[in-house]
């Protein structure tokens, strides 16, 4: 598959009662678009995550949805399909305030690194407050947390050239 290939998941902030509940649109450029409602999201499979905090030294555990599962949501290659030119694919995930950090598409295919990404939506059982959600990706495998976007409000597939 040669064509450029470039998909969007975007979070948006809906406030239900005092809880931040995120709904997720998903697009691949000139394919697939899907929107994710908040029931959609609480229906999908969620996975915790332990981690130790490194500022605090302390545990914290994560909740939410696999990356690798809402990209399987728009379409994007996984498992054996993972080969040639879809190598060269990587995904930029970008933050509310702008920052922005890369991962490979083979970061988050379990059949190529046990690497568990996940789009978190709750920290220790509660949601994520503003400094952090509503959406936050979390690399577990990563010694520092330098890829660890909070406030996602953009994940992008794109292919190198």
Known sequence: MLRRLKASISAVVLMSSAIAVAQVALEV???VQKSISAKDWAAMPHQALTVTNPH????ETYEGVLLRRLLDEVGVAAGEKIHGAELRNYI???AKDGYAAVL???????SLRK????VADKLDGQPLDEKHGPLQVVVPEDERHARWVRMVTKITVRRAQ
């Open 104 to 110: 490979a598409l083979a970061d988050v295919d379990p």
């Open 115 to 118: 690497n568990q990404i996940i």
């Open 92 to 94: 930029v995930v970008v």
């Open 29 to 31: 450029e000139g394919g």
């Open 56 to 59: 605090t030294k302390r545990q």
